[in-house]
């Protein structure tokens, strides 16, 4: 069996206690059911806001592979002093999965360095997710397309960089489309946005999402190799000298 990956899942936690349509859909909190749908050999830490660093001490990063991001009503309060170390754990190869409303949060904005913005309407509509890259690990055992009942609607014009890979692609019942499947470079670090995963509704229950989700864990795990080196350099020839 392949070596268990190190995974914390980050919530902002603060729906599930003041939203009562929210705590019914997810009694144990977003991040218990994001867990359980884990179909991968991991170790999993929980990290919530109103923790102390956020449950993102520097230690708890040090010894994460990936990261999974779900914030959305209280982006601010996360201390950019975190968000730097966030920052600079991806830059040295850890891996980041940032969820739906996680668009807006201060580690997916810095990374991107756009403004991340885009249309939103909840009015309980269709989402059909297709597969628009076939060959990627993260559409592995997905099907053609897969379709979200009810969720929350997000559009294009998108606001993020020109992705590395596109993996998947929305389309709702009300006609706009989403790139839904994301996929960034950023230093030796690997980051997927997700879209799914508005509140209210038991998208992180669904079997397709959870094994995109899983997917993207193993695809964002660090690749086991020393950090490259920068700064000056001995030569590794002799340099002949020139006249
Ligand atoms: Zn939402």
Request: charged share 25%.
């Amino acid at each position: 069996m392949s070596q268990a990956i190190n995974v914390t899942i980050w919530n902002e936690y603060r729906h599930e206690k003041k939203n009562e349509k929210v705590s019914s859909v997810y009694p144990q909190g977003m991040h218990a059911a994001i867990a359980e749908g884990l179909n991968v050999n991991a170790n999993v830490t929980i990290a919530t806001l109103d923790e102390p660093e956020h449950g993102l001490t520097e230690e708890v990063l040090a010894k994460t592979d990936v990261l999974i991001w779900w914030g959305h009503t209280a982006h601010d309060e996360v201390q950019d002093e975190i968000v730097q170390r966030v920052y600079q754990r991806v830059l040295k190869g850890m891996g980041l999965i940032v969820l739906h409303s996680g668009h807006f949060s201060k580690i997916f904005k810095k990374l991107m360095g756009t403004s991340c913005d885009l249309k939103w309407r909840e009015a309980d509509e269709k989402e059909r997710i297709w597969v628009v890259n076939p060959a990627h690990p993260i559409a592995e055992g997905i099907g053609e397309y897969f379709e979200l009942p009810q969720e929350e609607m997000y559009g294009e014009h998108f606001d993020i960089p020109q992705p590395d890979e596109l993996v998947l692609v929305s389309w709702f019942e009300g006609g706009e489309v989403f790139r839904s499947g994301c996929c960034y470079h950023r230093g030796a670090g690997k980051v997927f946005y997700f879209r799914p995963g508005h509140e209210t509704y038991p998208t992180y229950y669904n079997e397709n999402v959870r094994k995109v989700i899983s997917n993207a864990v193993k695809w964002a795990a660090p690749v086991k190799r020393e950090y490259p080196r920068y700064g000056n350099a001995q030569p590794l020839e002799m340099i002949k000298e020139k006249n």
